[in-house]
């Protein structure tokens, strides 16, 4: 598995480096959206027992990995991801899976796949049956166009 992930990091660094952009973060995406940023100056990183342990420049840190939604590189460490108001399940359109996915979390059952971000359709700073509504009428005005 490191020599795997040690292979994709290279793969990464020459694509970043073809672009003539140089990315000075690996920022680990969890699932409820939060992002850390991890410096790349002496990134090792290594998985056991269903965790991801990070040791860099900026310390370590571990994460286990069924919290982690994706994780990309950035040349800033604090990136700002695209929010997709309405897209509560983080697949990049918003549709009846993520209404879905709102009425789970709602009941008690958040998705493994879940941004709270996009799912606050309302902006009140929580998940409710509001936000619900919202994804509803963002689907419906969708295929009304």
Same mark, same amino acid.
């Given at each position: 598995? @490191?020599?795997?992930?040690?292979?994709?990091?290279?793969?990464? /660094?020459l694509a970043?480096? /073809?672009?003539?952009?140089?990315?000075?973060? +690996?920022?680990? @995406?969890?699932?409820?959206?939060?992002?850390?940023?991890?410096?790349?100056?002496? +990134?090792?990183?290594?998985? *056991?027992?269903?965790?991801?342990?990070?040791?860099? /420049?900026?310390?370590?840190?571990?994460?286990?990995?069924?919290? +982690?939604? *994706?994780?990309?590189?950035?040349?800033t460490a604090?990136?700002?991801?695209?929010?997709?108001?309405?897209?509560?399940?983080?697949?990049?359109?918003? %549709?009846?899976a993520d209404?879905? $996915?709102?009425?789970?979390?709602?009941?008690? %059952?958040?998705?493994?796949?879940? %941004?709270?971000?996009? /799912?606050?359709?309302?902006?009140?700073?929580?998940?409710?049956? $509001?936000?619900?509504?919202?994804?509803?009428?963002?689907? +419906? %005005?969708?295929?009304?166009?």
């Open positions: 598995m @490191k020599k795997l992930l040690t292979m994709l990091l290279a793969i990464a /660094a970043a480096s /073809a672009d003539n952009v140089t990315y000075n973060y +690996l920022v680990m @995406k969890q699932n409820e959206g939060t992002l850390t940023p991890l410096s790349v100056v002496g +990134l090792e990183l290594t998985f *056991s027992d269903g965790l991801l342990h990070a040791t860099c /420049a900026d310390g370590d840190r571990t994460f286990t990995l069924a919290s +982690l939604a *994706s994780m990309f590189f950035s040349e604090t990136p700002q991801p695209a929010v997709l108001l309405g897209d509560a399940n983080d697949d990049g359109v918003v %549709n009846v209404y879905v $996915a709102v009425s789970h979390h709602i009941t008690g %059952n958040t998705p493994v796949q879940w %941004n709270v971000t996009n /799912a606050d359709v309302n902006g009140d700073g929580r998940i409710t049956v $509001a936000d619900y509504i919202g994804i509803v009428h963002i689907v +419906l %005005n969708q295929s009304t166009e």
